[in-house]
């Protein structure tokens, strides 16, 4: 169960990370 929430919280850190360089890239 731990291991899948830790996995949950790297996907959603990456998904961040994707969602960020997105809107960065449209700003500029």
């Not at 899948?4 to 809107?23: A, E, F, H, P, T």
């Amino acid at each position: 169960k731990l291991d899948v929430n830790c996995g949950l919280s790297l996907g959603l850190g990456q998904k961040i990370k994707k969602d960020m360089r997105n809107l960065q890239g449209l700003s500029s």
